[in-house]
């Protein structure tokens, strides 16, 4: 009964420690395969397929975003497979202390990422019942304060992920009424959500969208992404709001070394965002829209974000918000028509 009970306690514990503890936990477990397995030569025999199984869920684990609840599952699928192979085959007579302490052990490493396995799951699940899940909230009180368009002074919109919601676009753009309206970690189906609220009622005399990273992360088909950014297309037509897309910007792996996470074309495979531009790209020459192309002026020979330009292989260093500023810059003046302040003239 002390057992089951600290083991409960130790699954509780878990539950609210941080991800990086469950990953060392997964990682343990796999440790643990190895080593039981060595002893047993019938359970090397039938489990050696599920730990290699439960090792690539790991590896996938250390470089993925968000706790991909579909590799944590898979990887709990294994280890539970494994635990009753162990059960079932027949167990060398001086099998010794060792390996039964090590099985001992990975069904409690199992209890306990099965208990913050579940924690993802409520998590997901209160995501989901959540009644603003597109974050609709975030620019409320700087919405009603924004105040009315200034004349000869257009009003842009920049909507996207965290690539826009870390530009400080009052730095790289002094004198403009541009609005940041970036959320991170949202995908397009979220953005549509709060088009309403963050770009229509704002009177912009044109929106830069920038969309699609986070999707193809989490493993979106690219004819979802593509509905998604159709409707708000649709949208700003229809409120005659100008319309400027920009090219979702290549990542990198060049930082990894200062952390694993930092490798990213694995969650964001170059074909496949070269893919979704292509078609951004038609669909901006289609309907007579500005493409906001980002590609020349952050991409290597190798279609990779250079690595002067980031920090972390995804994110664009202060370096690199200079060189889209400008690209930015140039698509929103051939979009939309500023006119100077009073007194101001153009040098010749």
């Not at 690539?56 to 497979?81: C, E, H, I, K, M």
């Not at 400008?326 to 153009?346: C, M, N």
């Amino acid at each position: 009964m002390k057992l089951l009970l600290a083991a409960v306690m130790a699954a509780l514990a878990l539950h609210a420690q941080s991800d990086a503890d469950a990953l060392k936990l997964a990682a343990r477990a796999t440790e643990l395969m190895d080593a039981s397995s060595l002893a047993i030569p019938e359970l090397a025999r039938g489990g050696a397929p599920l730990t290699e199984a439960a090792r690539q869920a790991v590896d996938v684990l250390r470089t993925a975003p968000g706790n991909p609840l579909a590799v944590w599952y898979r990887f709990l699928s294994n280890l539970r497979a494994f635990l009753l192979v162990s059960d079932a085959v027949p167990k060398p007579a001086a099998i010794g202390e060792l390996p039964r302490q090590q099985l001992t052990e990975l069904r409690d490493v199992e209890m306990r990422v099965d208990a913050y396995f579940q924690g993802l799951l409520e998590r997901a699940q209160n995501q989901l019942r959540s009644p603003d899940r597109d974050d609709t909230a975030r620019y409320r009180e700087a919405n009603s304060r924004l105040g009315p368009v200034q004349p000869g002074k257009p009003r842009v919109v920049f909507l996207g992920d965290s690539i826009t919601d870390f530009w400080r676009l009052n730095e790289y753009f002094p004198d403009r009424d541009f609005v940041n309206r970036g959320i991170s970690g949202q995908i397009t189906g979220q953005m549509l959500g709060r088009f309403r609220q963050d770009v229509i009622e704002l009177k912009p005399a044109a929106v830069v969208i920038l969309a699609g990273t986070n999707d193809i992360a989490r493993g979106a088909a690219l004819p979802t992404i593509e509905s998604n950014l159709t409707a708000m297309a649709d949208l700003a037509d229809y409120y005659k709001i100008k319309v400027i897309f920009a090219s979702v910007l290549p990542v990198s792996d060049y930082h990894r070394a200062a952390d694993p996470q930092f490798e990213r074309t694995r969650e964001r495979p170059l074909q496949v965002i070269i893919a979704l531009n292509n078609w951004i790209s038609e669909m901006c020459r289609q309907r007579g829209y500005a493409y906001l192309n980002y590609w020349p002026a952050l991409a290597d020979q190798a279609g990779l974000l250079k690595p002067d330009l980031s920090d972390d292989g995804l994110h664009p260093s202060s370096a690199g918000y200079r060189m889209m500023a400008a690209v930015a810059l140039e698509a929103i003046d051939k979009t939309v028509s500023t006119l100077k302040p009073p007194g101001s003239r153009r040098r010749p």
